[in-house]
């Protein structure tokens, strides 16, 4: 997944529609048994930026992570819903619904 738009439209400048807290979770829902590193090339972070992100969407309670050996293996919570007022009314599944090819395969709701 390409993490930034370029081009003569924006003046040049490079921006995305997702935040990289968005595409960190998207990437999530997409390999649940992902290693940080793989996830931080994916997104285009650095692996310390993405492990921020992680404890970030871990403390709001969008993900969870289970120790599995030696390697992470992540739930997503489907039903947590948006952080900005514009789209407090929104559940984070819908985007992962709309990104993720599997969404719900490793997701469970909680209140």
Known sequence: MASTVTGDTDGGRNWTFLTNHGHVLLAIARNPTARLRDVAAEVGVTERAAQAIVADLE??????????????????????????????????????????????????PRA
């Open 59 to 108: 403390a709001g309670g969008y993900l969870h992570r289970t120790r599995v050996g030696r390697r992470n293996e992540y739930t997503l919570n489907p039903a947590g819903r948006f952080r900005h007022p514009a789209e407090a009314d929104r559940q984070v599944g819908d985007l992962l619904a709309l990104f993720a090819d599997t969404p719900t395969a490793k997701a469970h």
